[in-house]
């Protein structure tokens, strides 16, 4: 790790390849750009000079020499630091497990995932590997921005070396749905691996539904507005969709190079009278070539106008060829375009004009500014920038999109023709359109999107993104604050020791003791009840237990303890166990037949949920539910209590996986009046778990030891782990006295 702990923070990149690549050439290394997505965007944020860079070279150096030039040369001159893979890891977790496993699953091609044990011991390996590369480089304070799938237990990695740091994650390809996702034998260990991070980030909200939704499935960590609570940590989940660098795009078409290509093609174009089609992909089956081709074919089978009147310049560049589906999709696509072309090319016109090949981007974007339509078709797609490259290059705001409307872009990109890839009488028929379509109409719809991607470029997801780490850091860092630390306990024990009048007000649930799966479970042990027992017995304290139990449940456990009960919220109290049980006034209980259907429709629907009836309040219990079920449901159960109880005198809450309804003004704050208002405290210690024991929280005076017995916002001063902390907190009160 990086001892110099002075040295400014700085934003590590760390991505399966780096910006550039080393090839071994005739007249020795060779450094160029990489290809693909990622890699261009990459690209982008190094030319702002403010990252540096962890990654694979794409070489596997002969000697240690030629390893030390290289190393010095990428971190020199390209504030890259490479991760150097070995053939064998590279069959194994490239060739293997990203790309045999995780890429098709996460395309929804799961037929051709291979779930291979090596494979997946490699993929693990060498995102360890990774990770000991960038703890050679980190310090505390920097900002690790992980990218994509090769990389998923990356993040956990960084976490535990280095438990403060920042770190987001942000994945390019699609997020399946979680009925897909749950077949990876190693899916929890992946979740695990990118909960790590304090936000993830995916193109589409889509995506961040389908993890959140595996996150709550698989590893039962439910979620509020896209943040998860782990180990006392919020982790975000957001979408932040990619731009590209739209600027950039427009001052290369400018470059005199450029428009001397450009005229040359025009030319050309001129002279033929044709139209241009262009398609630019990795070859790959998750770009639905074949389909588009059949799409094409069925377009030249009707519309025998539009034969000779265009060339379609499709260019695919070869990708992954040393596994198997791709030297097979390769075949696929060579038959059919060799048999399009047979069918209907005639002497001087061939339909299509199939590169097997890469372009350097100064020949790319010369077709992109010249065709009249772009098809950009995939089966499934992350984000596709090649369909916002071809928007942002028509500077006049002529030409037209077709896109398929499973690739993520076409969320941004609604102005554009959709359509659906597998369907080749709506792939033709788009076509047509879009050769059809006049000027005007072409304006209409280019206009808007190539305004929203200058609006929205690359930096502008860049520096979203990371800011947005810093914004999570703070949230954190808000309520770590609160936390009991050593400090502050040393602080509550000394006033407590030194007072003679205390009150301590005690929650119950998830507060003395942990949620058990049936309410009536959750019966004192007999260390809980020795323990409240030495806290009631000391002359100096008033103990009340503050809960939201019905009245005879909170009797039968707890009644012999010399000490206060709150029932119900604060429905029900009783001083001490002399006295009788006291009720709040005005209360009536005739709303409650209506109700009860209600909720016990909910306990029908929802498997394993349960009502409960309370003298002056009636609850559904979703705990031992299916988690996501669990959840749909109480939300749509809340909205709808809150909509048909409005203007009533009932309260709907949202407590810890239970919905309950009673009579608004009873609460726990209003339960403890009658202790609280003797107003001859000088020591108050009151600790809760939920939303219920906020009420009782926010009425407490500032000298207060308020303590919430889990992580997140609230009202009160201080938050503990578990109710295990609390008892904990308990004994060592005890002990003072003994
Ligand atoms: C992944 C996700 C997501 C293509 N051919 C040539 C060439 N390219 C450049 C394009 C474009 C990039 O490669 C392709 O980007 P895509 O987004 O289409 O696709 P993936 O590489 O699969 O990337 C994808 C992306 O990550 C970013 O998050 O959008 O969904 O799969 O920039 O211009 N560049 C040059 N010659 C070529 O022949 N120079």
């Known amino acids: 790790m990086d001892k110099n702990k002075k040295s400014r923070s700085k934003i590590i990149i760390v ?37 540096i860079f962890v990654g694979w070279p794409g070489y596997w150096p002969s000697n240690d020499k030629e390893k030390k030039f290289i190393e010095n040369n990428l971190i020199n001159h390209h504030q890259c630091y490479p991760v150097f893979i ?13 790309n045999r496993t995780l890429w098709p699953l996460f395309h929804y091609f799961s037929t051709y995932c291979a779930y291979e044990e090596s494979e997946w011991e490699a993929y693990k390996g060498v995102n360890q590997k990774f990770f000991q590369e960038v ?33 987001g994650f942000f994945l390019h390809i699609p997020f399946p749905s979680s009925e897909v996702f749950r077949m990876l034998p190693w899916r929890k260990e992946i979740l695990e691996g990118l909960l790590g991070a304090d936000l993830i980030g995916f193109h589409t909200y889509e995506y961040v539904r389908h993890f959140l939704s595996s996150v709550l499935r698989l590893l039962e960590y439910e979620h509020e507005f896209g943040a998860i609570h782990v180990d006392n940590r919020i982790i975000k989940v957001e979408n932040f969709p990619m731009g590209i660098d739209s600027l950039r795009l427009e001052k290369l078409l400018q470059q005199p190079s450029i428009q ?24 790959d089956y998750s770009k639905g070539i074949p389909q588009r081709l059949k799409g094409v074919e069925l377009f030249l089978e009707k519309n025998s106008n539009w034969h000779d009147r265009f060339t379609y310049i499709m260019l695919c560049v070869p990708s992954r060829t040393k596994v198997r589906q791709y030297s097979l999709i390769k075949e696929e696509v060579d038959q059919l375009v060799g048999r399009i072309n047979g069918r209907f090319g005639r002497p001087g016109w061939i339909p299509i004009h199939y590169m097997y090949r890469s372009l350097p981007f100064d020949k790319l974007l010369p077709l992109y500014y010249l065709s009249d339509v772009a098809l950009v078709t995939p089966l499934r797609d992350g984000m596709n920038l090649v369909a916002k490259e071809f928007v942002a290059s028509k500077r006049d705001n002529r030409g ?37 379509m006049s000027e005007k109409e072409q304006i209409r719809r280019i206009e808007p999107m ?120 604060g429905a029900w109290i009783k001083k001490d166990p002399r006295h009788e049980w006291e009720k709040q006034k005005r209360l009536s209980n005739d709303w409650k037949k209506q109700l009860r259907p209600i909720l ?72 403890v009046m009658p202790w609280l208002s003797e107003n001859k405290w000088d020591f108050i210690l009151a600790l809760g778990d939920d939303w219920t024991d906020e009420d009782l929280f926010k009425i407490l005076p500032k000298m207060a030891y308020s303590i919430k017995v889990s992580y997140g916002p609230s009202e009160a001063r201080f938050y503990l782990e578990s109710p295990q902390s609390t008892r904990n907190l308990l004994r060592e009160l005890v002990r003072i006295h003994k």
């Open 260 to 283: 001397k290509e450009i005229k040359k093609l025009e030319k050309k174009i001129w002279t033929e009278k044709r139209k241009i089609i262009l398609s630019v992909d990795r070859l």
């Open 86 to 98: 070995s053939p064998a890891e590279i069959g194994k977790y490239y060739y293997g497990f990203t």
């Open 135 to 167: 703890f050679k480089i980190a310090s505390p304070q920097d900002i690790f921005w992980v990218h994509d799938y090769h990389l998923m237990l990356l993040p956990s990695l960084i976490r535990e070396a280095l438990p403060q740091s920042s770190i």
């Open 450 to 569: 190539r305004k929203r991607l200058f609006e929205n470029d690359v930096f502008h997801w860049a520096r979203s993104f990371v800011e947005r780490i810093k914004e999570v850091k703070k949230i954190q860092a808000q309520c770590e604050h609160q936390k009991l630390n050593e400090k502050w306990k040393k602080k509550l024990i000394s006033d407590f020791r030194k007072s003679k009048n205390r009150l301590l007000l005690l929650d119950y649930d998830g507060t003395l003791v942990t949620f058990a799966i049936k309410p009536e479970q959750a019966k004192p042990d007999v260390g809980l009840k020795r323990l409240l027992y030495s806290l009631a017995r000391d002359p100096h304290n008033n103990l009340v237990i503050v809960s939201g139990r019905d009245r005879r449940t909170l009797e039968q456990w707890l009644g012999k303890v010399p000490c206060g009960l709150v029932a119900e919220h």
């Open 15 to 51: 991505s399966n390849r780096l910006p550039v690549t080393i090839n071994k050439k005739k007249d020795g290394l060779k450094i160029q750009q990489s290809p693909g997505g990622l890699a261009t965007c990459l690209d982008s944020i190094q030319e702002e000079g403010k990252a």
């Open 600 to 671: 016990k429709v909910y306990e029908v629907r929802v498997p394993g949920s349960l009502v409960e009836e309370k003298e002056y309040g009636i609850a559904w219990h979703y705990r031992k539910a299916n988690p996501e079920l669990g959840q749909l449901r109480s939300s749509e159960l809340f909205d709808y209590l809150n909509e048909f109880l409005a203007n009533t005198d009932l309260q709907v809450m949202h407590g810890n996986k239970v919905i309950e309804v009673r009579v608004s003004g009873i609460n726990k704050g209003n339960g």
């Open 400 to 436: 037209v999109l077709v896109l398929s409307e499973t690739a993520g872009v076409a969320s941004e990109l609604g102005e554009a023709l959709l359509v659906n890839v597998n369907n080749k009488e709506d792939l033709a028929a788009a076509l047509t359109k879009a050769l059809d």
